[in-house]
């Protein structure tokens, strides 16, 4: 079982930046792939960005464009760095794990998933 639990979230003015922190609670992190995702208000769920198992490869949302910056390390921990934010950015961000083989940015194929953490872009 992977227990994930994000932080880091919170209010800033457009133009500014944040980092989101997930902790996980499993002896073998370095084996999932993880992912970040994010859900505004009436809308589904979609894929921020992803790294592999190992930290080596990195894939990201094309609205993303180059602001944000997903990456682990070998306490457990995934962070998502995030510059230039925007109103549109807002929502509630997901960090999740991956436990099998599926493609890295369906939330479908994510078995673990953290409780998010709000963040918010005023205008």
């Known amino acids: 079982q992977v227990q994930l639990v994000e932080s880091g979230g919170g209010l800033v003015q457009a133009g500014g930046s944040l980092r989101l922190s997930c902790a996980a609670s499993v002896r073998t992190f370095n084996k999932y792939p993880m992912a970040w995702f994010r859900q505004a208000p009436g809308q589904d769920r979609e894929f921020v960005a992803g790294i592999t198992s190992g930290g080596s490869n990195t894939y990201v949302a094309t609205f993303v464009k180059g602001r944000f910056t997903i990456s682990r390390d070998n306490d457990k921990n995934l962070y998502l760095e995030m510059h230039t934010l925007q109103p549109e950015d807002t929502a509630v961000y997901y960090c999740?794990?991956?436990?099998?083989?599926?493609?890295?940015?369906?939330?479908?194929?994510?078995?673990?998933w953290g409780q998010g953490t709000q963040v918010t872009v005023s205008s």
């Open positions: 999740a794990a991956r436990a099998g083989a599926g493609s890295r940015s369906s939330q479908y194929d994510y078995s673990y």
